[in-house]
């Protein structure tokens, strides 16, 4: 485990960056959005009970959450805007309601492409309305939806949840890169094979971390496995982390390498990299909690 | 999914003339559906252009500390007066691959932030909102970025994930009325926009104009800013090079990408840095080193319209001959009707 003196270095940059209004900016003195303040509410830090006020005080009457009104709903921001209000009871309906929202939209589908040879009939989640599927949308919504059926929720629209989370599981299974993990998109296009990326085969992966030892899953663990401690940046270390303990694995190497890295992370002092820090560099049981999933 | 299986579509045509980006953009009224503007998707009142573009091309033979010279010299001679301003440098920064060209070099933009500072620019903005990685931490280290910025103490600013301005598009080929833009962007008093020149297998070059995706933020649009694919890349790289109209054009053309562009390709000695205010005139002189007919790039026929200049007759040369580094990119094969001769 980490340093007391790391745990609090994250905490307080972290602390110093929360807005008056609760929520968090991308980065110190930006206005509160959707994304960071999700982030910070699934940290053990005390700054995450004004985060998770601040997207219930976000929420719609729809159930969408939102920092812009002119900005299209952010599908994979609101998952995890659900994930983090599903931390307290408190604020369950609330993230229910977005439950409820992300099981209604999709992603737009596409006929067969020699281009891309890849099931475009696969309606997972886009980020935004009107385009097309993507792995970290996916990957987020896809957890936040098992994440609140493991907590009993959900239950009225159990077929609908079911139907969805079958399509973003096949999605993400043809999706997969030859080389195992994910890249941010396709797998290939014009016959190339894509590039895996270690933060969404992190996410990908804590989206399905109940289906191993589907093929696809295993192949997606050894990618990180081997390739979690190349991508050095905080934000990719502390994903990595999360997932590989999600899934049993051993993460003292990784450990070491976000020391090594936070004389660089916490001066760029990215909320999301720090929020994601911060809950990889607790010693608290529950701070995994929230990413995890009944198998 | 990519932007394959998507119908692309063209705007409308037109000729054209501009008032000033900041203004334009301070404007809510703004956009463009002026009285008389017809069929076209902008007002050609707001687009001016001068009768010739100067473009440069500088010899370069690698990323040495010889560039920040070169790009001095370039700057000195083609640039609008930077003395006291603003500037936002934004490279094009989306992937990494070791040992290939998809970014632009560091050394280069390091070399344009001592060359604007040199100058006289008050302060300069290193700024970037790649469409592939969201990680820039990741991103900045591993291109070397991260330690000219530190060496230098400059600012980088991650337009992903900036602050943004709801800004009025000066022409509406996608359709849209407005785009949020990141507010480090729109309160530049000076936008150089810095490409790598790279063929890319949707919209057949991809350079200064098409680098400027890179400013549109992912945190309100997703990635890779798919909105702007849906709405046609094409349509979209007119909207943005008319709204954003960067002031000033360096092209890292040291070592470009041919082929599989903008990701996937080879890497290609060029040896050159293309430099100029008009951003339609830098992309087709640059297409036109690599062996592609400019005129059949849609986008840059379309800008010539109205934007800037692609026709060679409207483009006065300045630095070395373009035949001194005239070559022929390998292109994707459904692309190759767009090659010169």
Known sequence: MATPSAQQLVGDALAAAQNSDGGFGYYPGKASRVEPTAWAALTPQPAAARARAWLAGAQSTDGWV??????????????????????????????????????????VAYPPSPVVRQD????????????????????????AVKRARTLGLLDRATHTAGARIDVAERMLRDRACASGGWNYGNAQ????????????????LLAVQDRRPAPYVESGLRFLAAQSSVERSGFALALSTLCLRRYGQPTDRLMALIAAQLPVSVPLANVVTLA?????????DEALAPFTVAT | MSDAARPRNYGTHGTGAATGRRQFLATAAGALVAAGCGSRPYDPRQFPRPERSAVGLFAADGYTDALADIVYR????????????????????VEFERDSAINTHALVVAAAADALLRLGAAAVIVGEAPGHRRDVE??????????????????FVDLNHDDVVWSPLRSRFMGFGELALPATLVGADLIVS???????HWAVLTCGMKNLFGTVP????GWPKNVLHVAGIDNAILDLAATIRPHFTIVDGIVGMEGDGPIMGRPRHVGVIAMGQDVVAVDATCARVIGIEPMRVRYLAEADRFLGHAGLARIEMRGEPLARFATSFVLPPSLREVTAG
Not at chain 1, 121 to 143: D, M, R
Not at chain 1, 276 to 284: E, Y
Not at chain 2, 194 to 200: A, G
């Open chain 1, 66 to 107: 939102r920092d812009d009104r002119r900005a299209p709903v952010n599908y994979a921001f609101n998952a995890l805007s659900a994930i983090a209000l599903l931390v307290t009871p408190e604020t369950r309906a609330e993230a229910e309601r977005i439950g409820d929202a992300l099981l209604q939209v999709r992603g």
């Open chain 1, 189 to 204: 296009v014009f016959d190339a094979h894509l590039l895996a990326h270690v933060p969404t085969t992190a996410l990908a």
């Open chain 2, 218 to 221: 992912g945190a309100v649009y």
């Open chain 2, 74 to 93: 370039g700057l000195a001679e083609l640039a609008p007066p930077v003395h006291g301003k603003r500037v936002l440098l934004k490279p094009n920064m």
């Open chain 2, 138 to 155: 990741y991103l900045l280290g591993v291109t070397g970025l991260l330690d000219q910025l530190a060496d230098r103490r400059l600012t």
């Open chain 1, 120 to 143: 475009n009939s696969l309606q997972a989640w886009s980020w935004v309305e009107g385009t097309s599927s993507w792995i970290e949308p996916t990957a987020c919504c896809l957890l």
């Open chain 2, 194 to 200: 810095m490409p790598k020149l790279k063929t890319h």
């Open chain 1, 276 to 284: 994601t820090l911060s809950v990889v560099l607790s010693d608290a």
